[in-house]
């Protein structure tokens, strides 16, 4: 995870030409651990997170997540199936 974090650093900055002052976790565990903030911390990036079971906060993600189901439930529907997802 941090090896492709770093990447994501130095291609954000050579393509776009991009500084990434803030990296947002949803309040998961999952990547936040001590080498993943001591990463950020060396590459003078804050790291926020949000409040737990607040998918408010969480809009863009959520939003997209949103959109996918209803997609998938649109085919689901149009394709004659009974079951629900």
């Known amino acids: 995870m941090?090896?492709?974090a770093q990447l994501f650093i130095v291609y954000a900055k050579n393509q776009h030409n991009?500084?990434?002052?803030?990296?947002?976790?949803?309040?998961?565990?999952?990547c936040l651990n001590d080498?993943?903030?001591?990463m950020l911390r060396n590459n003078g990036i804050l790291s926020e997170?949000?409040?737990?079971?607040m998918h408010?906060?969480?809009g863009r993600a959520e939003r997209?997540?949103?959109m996918i189901m209803d997609k998938a439930q649109?085919?689901?529907?149009?394709a004659c199936?009974?079951?629900t997802i």
């Not at 991009?18 to 999952?30: K, M, N, Q, V, Y």
């Not at 649109?74 to 149009?78: D, G, K, P, V």
């Open 2 to 4: 941090i090896d492709h």
């Open 18 to 30: 991009a500084l990434i002052s803030t990296w947002r976790f949803d309040g998961g565990t999952e």
């Open 35 to 38: 080498a993943f903030k001591n």
């Open 49 to 53: 997170t949000s409040v737990p079971y």
């Open 56 to 58: 408010q906060q969480n």
């Open 64 to 66: 997209l997540n949103h």
């Open 74 to 78: 649109s085919m689901h529907f149009h």
């Open 81 to 83: 199936l009974t079951d």
